[in-house]
């Protein structure tokens, strides 16, 4: 196959369900200068058969095959190295993209030659830009560090050459590759640039429900290398962004630790945060919201039980007050209302955020 502008990776690995949705998704493009490089990470359902299936009718349709199980991460290293692209795009099996994102996409890496163009994201269920704050041409992490929180690699253009002549490749550990991998890129990018328009589609499902201690322990390793590799950088803003991050990370991280592991997998975990967490500098602590700086100075102090303790009863007191904004307002602020007292008038607002008509 011929020199094309935008490679489509897509690895798969038992994806017999959901991989034609995918793949048709990419075929019913308006833009058509592609290939696409499918990767079967070993499968052992029909999903090969399909995308055969697929390749014998579309010349476009590559595939390369895995003789072992190797994980995610590898398989698109198996992709980069397999591209034709100018452009790389990583598209997960179990997700889709408009018909007008590689388009959408192409059209401002022809303008800027970008390193790395970033598109809008949409869950089956509702829209989420989180992963992209603003509209932009031409920048990068050092002027804008919340590129930081852009830790995905799909849903944007990467150019293929930037990534050969830096070896980005993902690496071990097998699972959350992404967060070093995005981290890596955006720094070393001479240029990226930003579209809030929705050009990738993402299974909501994956994000929430398929967690397991593998992918918690993984992820949290590549955060604390991310969060070294920033440290390294020497750029004083990136640095304090970085570790405030990573504080955040260490007290969000335990929604999902504390459904998967028992009492002393859990201490561990936090015991990992440890070095991350001892080398942040008062000011960066006192950044970040109370309940955060408190869990994580008791986990700076080595009291793990403490922060394991602190942190649900911070939970038990969030649950409590979602309960009482709903049911309150129906019971208690017609009281408040007949209090004519500078006190009711300031429950009442801070309670209810409105504003007390007497």
């Known amino acids: ?31 058509n200068d592609y290939e696409i490089v499918a990767v079967n990470d070993a499968s052992t359902d029909n999903s090969n058969c399909l995308i055969n299936e697929y390749s014998t009718k579309d010349r476009r349709i590559a595939v390369v095959e895995h003789e072992h199980n190797q994980g ?4 698109r290293n198996t992709g980069i190295r397999h591209s034709k692209g100018k452009y790389i795009f990583f598209l997960d099996a179990d ?62 253009l990467i150019r293929r050459q930037f990534l050969l002549d830096n070896d980005l490749f993902f690496e071990p550990p097998r699972f959350a590759e992404d967060i070093l991998f995005s981290v890596r890129s955006n720094l070393l990018a001479n240029s990226i640039s930003i579209t809030r328009k929705t050009t990738y589609f993402y299974k909501w499902s994956r ?66 945060w440890q070095p991350a967490l001892d080398k942040m500098p008062r000011s960066v602590l006192e950044s970040i919201p109370k309940r955060q700086r408190v869990f994580c100075e008791l986990i700076i102090n080595n009291k793990v039980e403490q922060a394991i303790d602190y942190w649900r009863g911070r939970k038990r007191l969030s649950v409590i007050m979602n309960i009482m904004t709903r049911i309150a307002p129906a019971f208690v602020f017609p009281v408040l209302k007949q209090i004519n007292s500078t006190a009711g008038k300031f429950i009442s607002m801070v309670l209810f955020k409105k504003q007390h008509r007497p």
């Open 1 to 31: 196959m011929s020199s094309v502008y935008v490679s489509v990776i897509i690895p798969f690995y038992n994806e017999e369900c959901v991989l034609s949705k995918c793949i048709e998704s990419v075929l019913q493009q308006k833009f």
């Open 72 to 75: 995610l991460g590898e398989a």
């Open 95 to 156: 997700d889709w993209i408009p018909t007008d994102a590689l388009d959408v996409l192409c059209n401002i890496a022809r303008c800027t030659n970008d390193d790395i163009i970033i598109g809008g994201t949409q869950s089956e269920m509702q829209v989420d830009n989180k992963f992209v704050l603003c509209e932009i041409r031409r920048t990068t992490l050092r002027n804008y560090p919340a590129l930081l929180y852009n830790h995905n690699a799909w849903n944007k």
């Open 207 to 272: 994000q929430v429900v398929n967690v397991t201690k593998p992918k918690i322990t993984d992820a949290q390793r590549n955060v604390i290398r991310a969060y070294t590799v920033i440290e390294n950088c020497g750029d004083p803003l990136l640095i304090q962004e970085m570790r405030e991050k990573t504080a955040r990370n260490a007290y969000q991280s335990m929604t999902r630790a504390t459904r998967a592991f028992n009492k002393s997998e859990l201490q561990e975990h936090l015991i990992r």
